[in-house]
């Protein structure tokens, strides 16, 4: 009612907010079929949600999907079951809930897990990772002790984050004008997409559009391929940053390199203009027209902020600051950290932010710009030592001395809660009231986690027709269909698109995962890393070798539904039977990254991407390769086919080159050593 969630009180059999009640006040219903004033006949979301549990996922229906025997599903959910139950963990700390009821402890289920693309990154990666967090609320363990814990500043008010500016044209932007509200959101119902009065996607990329509603991140891999597509229209300039996309962060690489190079029929290049930045000779940079420049993280100041990707922990706050330790212009290197090009750019350019009122520039640097930027008075990019004497954490006037504090405390800041505010804190009312105090949330008010999520619903009535807002969707049977089939308020599973696409002809999947030594191409730069691994192998379970002929070593054809590759086996045990995978980005573009043409890196490491589709066909209609909810690529549903190749010649195909750099080329020397 009125947004809010409700639940049917027995005591007074009346229908009451959920979130306003002293829970000792009421007995919710968790099953049975009440009406409501209004004569409509409901059931609570967990009564619908544990009769779907038990049609469609039974332990046996369950082996047959997964091949785990169901004796040992049910091993496993009892020993979930009891030790969250009837083994719990006590600290004898008191705490007092928003509700005012003092507690003399804080109870805690010893049971969690943790999941991240692993889960999401299938075509039914949301509804997976729902269900997984849906298990979590069953066994009590959010936020409790031994239980998922929530890292600061989460956990927050949904309803207070952020939602995508609402434009309804691209007429709306203007050129020498800043964008009205924020490029990403959490929308929370179709009038929060970003499209236009037909309903077509605004963003090139498809975020926050009918194909892809919840796309809290945006979707980068789309944009080259849909500036090639010149759908849903043209682009004047590509500008890529943090992100290789020319290689090992897209996907169908062949046609990403087609797409970067193709030209009309009048000789033009269909994307006209690509700008990058970059600290090295990336195969992004080999595509570009101009580069900008950046420094590697040992090379330049830069903030690991609480209004980002903090590297905080449960038990409280962290962020950090990154700080040079190698200054390349004593060796008479012309290296410039690209936040000091942002801030140079913006105020030549008069951007709004980077100048003072008098036309004169705000911020000497990047280093000066971390100091003084502020979103909100108070609060900036570090939290740590604010204010004037640097007395003040989390709001306080900038500190022209602050981030000589954070290097002399080893470059980070931690608060450490205190013990009585560490868990429960969707309920903690001391942990919430200080969290409003430093702008984590904007009111003390309990964070309720639901089984039903309405904003999914609202999505699921567009489809039907039902939904009377602003936002309507196109008059297209297939694409109404796929908000109403997997717009589910209730979390369920369904197979992974690719498996109907590419069928019995592809048995095998095949994925891969970043490197913890080279999580990114640059780190291929690095010598001392590159003497971990300078190739990288296709890893199959012996058994799985047997079976296709295959033995340890041999060079093989990985083929999918897109393209094939070629390269070498390793087996492992460690590996699933029906699944093969490598590690990314250790394969690179011959002439690339200032490695010598005769690097194991471009000879005989690969790259999976190659055979990774782009796009997936669906109801007789190709959309882009992700999660039809949330967009998120799925990276690990890609299904091939391996076979021994007839030449063993020890060579990765497909083969793609560029000319090294003259420069770097001059570089190049047989011994590298450390000068001290």
Known sequence: ADGEPMVFDKRSKSFKPASRIVPDELDPAFVGEFETPEGFRVRPAFDILAERLVRDYSPEKVEKITGIPAKDIDRIAKEMGVIALYEPLEIPVEWTDVWGRKHKSMKGRPVSFHIMRGVASHTNGFQTARAVFLLKMFLGCVDTPGGH?????????????????????????????????????????????????????????????????????????????????RDPYDIEVLIIYMANMAWNSSQNIPYIIEALTAKDAAGNYIIPKIITIDAFYSEQVAYSDLVLPDATYLEQWFALSLLDRPPSVASGPVDALRMPVVDPKSEGLDVKPWGDVLVELGTKLKLPG????????????????????????????????????????????????????????????????????????????????????????KKTEPIIMNFYLEPLQTFRLAGMGLWKGENQPPNDPLLRERLVRYFDPLPFWYPPFEEEVSGEEYPLYAFTARPQWMYHSWDSQNVWLRQISTKNYLYMNPKTAEKLGIKHLDWVWVESRVGKVKCQVFLTEATEPNSVWTWNSIGKMKGTWGLKPEAEEGSE????????????????????????????????????????????????????????????????????????
């Open 605 to 676: 490491a690969f790259l999976l991407n190659h055979v990774i589709p782009h796009t997936i066909k669906v109801g007789g209609r190709e959309f882009f390769y992700g999660d039809p909810i949330t967009g998120h690529l799925a990276w690990f549903d890609t299904k091939v086919k391996v076979y021994r190749a007839e030449d063993q010649t020890p060579e990765t195909h497909p083969q793609f080159s560029t000319e090294p750099l003259p420069y770097i080329r001059e570089r190049w020397t047989e011994i590298l050593r450390y000068k001290p």
């Open 149 to 229: 814990l929530a890292k600061p500043p989460y956990p927050k008010h949904i309803e207070d984050l952020p939602k995508p500016v609402k434009i309804r044209s691209l007429g709306e932007l203007k050129y020498d004008e800043p964008l009205k509200g924020p490029h990403l959101g959490l929308p929370q119902s179709p009038d929060d997409l970003l499209v236009d009065k037909d309903g077509k996607p605004l963003r090139i990329d498809r975020a926050y559009s009918w194909e892809f509603p919840i796309a809290a991140h945006g979707c980068i891999q789309n944009v080259i391929p849909a500036a090639y597509q």
């Open 354 to 441: 980077f100048i003072n009122e008098d036309g004169t520039p705000k911020y000497r640097d990047f280093k000066d710009f971390l100091i003084n930027w502020q979103p909100r008075p108070g609060v900036g990019a570090l939290a740590g030592w604010r204010g004037k004497n640097g007395d003040r954490h989390f709001v306080g006037e900038p500190n022209p001395k602050q981030l000589e504090m954070y290097v002399k405390n080893k470059g980070f800041f931690y608060y450490r809660l205190p013990e009585h505010m560490r868990y429960y804190r969707h309920i903690n009312k001391d942990y919430l009231e200080w969290a409003k105090s430093v702008g984590f949330v």
